[in-house]
Every structure is written in structure tokens, then in C-alpha cells.
Nanobody
Framework: QLQASGGGLVQAGGSLRLSCAAS????????MGWFRQDPGKEREFVAA????????YYADSVKGRFTISRDSAENTMYLQMNSLKPEDTAVYYC?????????????????WGQGTQVTVSS
């Protein structure tokens, strides 16, 4: 089970840190990622980190502003979001997959947490 938290309301230019806590199993052997979804739109990829933490991958829209990390000892993943923009407003979901490769492919992720709302005001 994955549990996302840390969302909230922030002004443009501000920062938030999302957390994704895993329970019920150890996700150290899984790739993990963040996705986001606006109402009426498809869920889109944001960032991902490989199981051994040697690879990270970001959507172009967040590159340079967001940083993904994971702590295997705590079975937790983070998304540090800086320089937030109104277009970052969405529900953010954390996810995990056991199959290697394809960090950005939503269809490969088999485990999903509930979302946490991020709202960026202009």
C-alpha cells in the first residue's frame, strides 16, 4: 500500500514536499514514480526514480524545479517541488512497479496510492 501526503495550497514561486510512504511490503526492489492529474485530463508522468536509485527521470515541464528521491530504509519516496507554477495544480499520485525499465510509462505501474491535492495560486 502506498500513502501520499504533503499536498496543499501554495502561492506561485513557493515550494512543497510530497511524501509517499509504503506499507505492507518493501518497495526497495521496485521503481517508484509520481504522476499528476487535472480534472478532465489524463494522468501524466511527473518524475520517477529507479529501484537502486541510480536513475531519475523527469517530465520536461518539471525538470530543474522538482527533485525526486527515496529512502529505502524508511520505505518512503519524496518529491521536492520548488518554483511552483499555477499549471502544477493537480492531484498528485505516487506509484510503484516491479518491472524494470520504462520509468515514464504509466501503464507499467501496478501499485498506486491515493492522491494528494496540490493547488498553486497565481
Amino acid at each position: 500500500q502506498l500513502q501520499a501526503s504533503g499536498g496543499g495550497l501554495v502561492q506561485a514561486g513557493g515550494s512543497l514536499r510530497l511524501s509517499c510512504a509504503a506499507s505492507g511490503r518493501t518497495f526497495s526492489s521496485y521503481d517508484m514514480g509520481w504522476f499528476r492529474q487535472d480534472p478532465g485530463k489524463e494522468r501524466e508522468f511527473v518524475a520517477a526514480v529507479s529501484r537502486n536509485r541510480d536513475s531519475t527521470y523527469y517530465a520536461d515541464s518539471v525538470k530543474g524545479r522538482f527533485t525526486i528521491s527515496r529512502d529505502s530504509a524508511e520505505n518512503t519516496m519524496y518529491l521536492q517541488m520548488n518554483s511552483l507554477k499555477p499549471e502544477d495544480t493537480a492531484v498528485y499520485y505516487c506509484a510503484a512497479k516491479s518491472r524494470p525499465g520504462g520509468l515514464g510509462f504509466r501503464s507499467l505501474y501496478g501499485y498506486w496510492g491515493q492522491g494528494t491535492q496540490v493547488t498553486v495560486s497565481s
